[in-house]
């Protein structure tokens, strides 16, 4: 496995909070095996979206944090309009642990956020993908369409394939190395 598939890999380990050995690693050869895999790893859940649980603790947050009105946080809504120019970089720590989310996306170091998060649904697809997680209440499990949903954000995401079947080959048909 080279090592877009580590990545790919190491991915999937933090995006649904658990270890794949090398060896389970190897046998992953196509997209429907790793969303089979995870099924049988994971316990099965009732299938609540967590793009709109990420979108809603992404509210709460900027409600407390930024003393905004519920209705001005959308997920179309730019953080760049909400955060203001000073102290963004603080501000955006504050959004970070009011939410309690891990992992979270990173500013620039300039103190501008990159173009895949300019939006508050654009960070809260960021985090049904790589925070998930630190998303579901707690006896939660996972529904095959969640399972599937984060695996085609974490290819797209990862190894830049934006178009596959579930059937074709890592490495012989998508060219991952």
Known sequence: MGLDGVEFVMALEEA??????????QQLVTPRHVVRYLE??????????????????LRRAAISVLNLHRATIRPE?????????GRRRRTWNLLHHATGVVP????????SLPTRFASVGDTARYLASYAAPSLQAPGDGWSRSQIE?????????????EMFH????????LGVQ
């Not at 949903?149 to 394939?161: F, P, Q, S, W, Y």
């Open 16 to 25: 649904f909070g658990i270890a794949i050995p090398d060896a389970d690693a």
């Open 40 to 57: 049988a790893k994971l316990r099965p859940g009732s299938g609540a979206c967590l793009e709109q649980r990420a979108f809603y603790a």
């Open 77 to 85: 809504t730019r953080w760049d309009t909400i955060l203001g120019s």
């Open 104 to 111: 979270w996306p990173r500013m620039w170091p300039w103190g």
């Open 149 to 161: 949903a984060t695996v085609t954000r974490l290819i797209a995401d990862r190894l830049r394939i």
């Open 166 to 173: 579930w059937d074709q080959r890592f490495v012989d048909d």
